[in-house]
């Protein structure tokens, strides 16, 4: 069955064919309403539709539709009935809710004095479903401490949906309790959209660990230097990097004795090298471990070396 | 002597209803008053804190003492909870089920519940501004009234009363 924070999101009409659905709700990625066509589901990698009996079909044709004041309630519900205090984010063009799961939305943009304002008249929705996988960075946590025990500048790069949030988390969490002979240390995380954390009213829904400090919904860059001030962490988390402003943090973060761990969209290093943000990066050697995510997961070290089979 | 405690019972339940009345007059100017205070602290949560309608009306319900204590601690399990069911509805709904009686002061709650559905942040406070704008301009003409007006209701009932017993003696 789908989670009820799930659910809960949806309008009342489609909470009722949602509560029949019967499938594995740790492998439901993303649920997709488009106004005036049929629910799409992406489940297990694979794409489906479903019919008003909550049965996955493959065939779109019989696929419950949605029409557009079942979209307008479900914004209401997702807004937590106050799309006011969203505004900025849905200018962006997403929202996370409760629980880090990521809300994108599509309409009508509103334009103001040459700059993306608002929007309107929504049409479409995808909510991407967040999920906490306690554990999911065993196999990759002994790869990132030298020998001393100290932890090194860590890069996750992965394909949009690959889990490096998920990673993320999970390495967060395990390097701010200890594990083994490692002990834990303060993780000062920035979760500029709350996804990491799913920080509710400040208090994170997400497990964390225990000497994580949580910058909830702080611009990366500004949050960083914020942290390295206030909090003193011995190890800086932030997702999705790659920002033009956040190169400069960066550096003080790396020139100052903290560690950095963070994430990038990416299909491979080779990729990262091209692009501009990272040429220094990789020039310098900054970053002594990649992490890449991309059908299965590689580690590397500085030199760019292969460490795990 | 059952003359004239009758006298004394009808001369007491009209000048009753005459004070029922005033009192009803001094009931809608607190109950006016106190959703201008709501209002006021609705809009500081929304303006400072950028805080969702369920977690602003939570603020307020700990901060509010008056007569809405009760209705706004309702609108807010509601919305917490989560059932399904449009702002509107909630919001009416629980100012049927806490205020059953007739009164004419809840349409300033009505129209109040539906400036909070502005999905734009700006206009939302510039509704809420001129509604307070309003709200104050109607609880002043009322304070004005109040005085006289309950003096006369007041009044009336009294003579009512002797009148009825006058005429029935």
Redesign the interface.
Same mark, same amino acid.
Request: glycine letters at 6%.
């Given at each position: 069955m789908v989670k009820k924070d799930i659910t809960?999101l949806l309008?009342?009409g489609l909470?009722k064919t949602f509560q029949k659905i019967e499938i594995d709700a740790d492998r439901l990625q993303e649920i997709r309403l488009r106004s005036e066509k049929p629910i799409v589901l992406k489940y297990d990698n694979k794409e489906y539709f479903i019919n008003s009996q909550g049965v996955l079909l493959k065939d779109y044709e019989k696929g419950v539709c949605v029409s557009q004041s079942e979209i307008r309630?479900t914004l209401?519900?997702i807004?937590?009935?106050?799309?006011?205090?969203y505004?900025e984010e849905i200018g962006q063009g997403f929202l996370t809710v409760s629980g880090g799961h990521r809300v994108g939305v599509a309409g009508k943009v509103i334009v103001e004095q040459g700059r993306k304002k608002?929007m309107?008249y929504i049409s479409s929705i995808n909510i991407r479903l967040a999920h906490e996988i306690k554990g999911c960075a065993d196999r990759v946590l002994p790869f990132l401490f030298d020998r001393s025990g100290a932890f090194l500048h860590t890069l996750i790069i992965s394909p949009p949906l690959g889990g490096k949030t998920t990673m993320l988390r999970d390495l967060v969490r395990q390097i701010s309790n200890g594990k083994d002979n490692v002990n834990g240390l303060n993780v000062g995380l920035v979760d500029e959209r709350s996804e990491i954390a799913a920080c509710y009213?400040g208090v994170p829904q997400n497990d964390v660990g225990l000497r994580t400090d949580v910058l909830d919904c702080c611009p990366k860059a500004e949050g960083m230097e914020m942290l390295l001030r206030s909090m003193s962490p011995q190890v800086m988390a932030a997702d999705e990097i790659g920002l033009e402003k956040d190169a400069e943090v960066l550096r003080h973060v790396f020139g100052c004795g903290c560690k950095l761990l963070a994430t990038v969209h990416g299909q491979n290093i080779d990729e990262l090298k091209k692009r501009q943000f990272f040429k220094d990066f990789f020039r310098d050697k900054l970053f002594e471990r990649y992490v890449v995510l991309n059908k299965g997961i590689s580690i590397y070290d500085e030199n760019e070396r292969r460490l795990n089979a | 002597m059952l003359k004239l405690l009758g006298s004394i019972m009808v001369i007491a339940s009209l000048s009753g209803i005459g004070f029922c009345f005033a009192g009803g007059l001094k009931k809608k100017l607190e109950l006016m008053e106190a959703i201008k205070t709501m209002a006021y602290l609705m809009h500081g949560n929304?303006k400072y804190a %950028?805080?969702?309608?369920?977690?602003?009306l939570a603020s307020v319900t700990a901060k509010h003492k008056g007569e809405l204590k009760g209705f706004l601690h309702e609108v807010t399990g509601i919305?917490e909870e %989560?059932e399904?069911?449009?702002?509107m509805v909630i919001w009416n709904g629980a100012i049927d089920r806490m205020f059953p009686e007739n009164r004419e002061e809840l349409s300033f709650l009505r129209r109040l519940g539906e400036i909070?559905m502005?999905?734009?942040?700006r206009?939302?406070l510039s509704g809420i501004e001129l509604f307070i704008e309003q709200i104050d301009t109607d609880i002043a003409e009322l304070a004005q009234e109040l005085k006289p007006k309950c003096y006369l209701y007041k009044m009336m009932g009294i003579l009512a009363g002797i009148f009825v017993v006058i005429i029935t003696l």
């Open positions: 809960n309008s009342l909470r309630e209401e519900y807004g937590n009935y106050s799309l006011y205090a505004e608002n309107k009213l | 929304i %950028n805080a969702t309608l369920p977690e602003a919305l %989560n399904g069911e449009s702002f909070f502005y999905t734009d942040r206009m939302q």
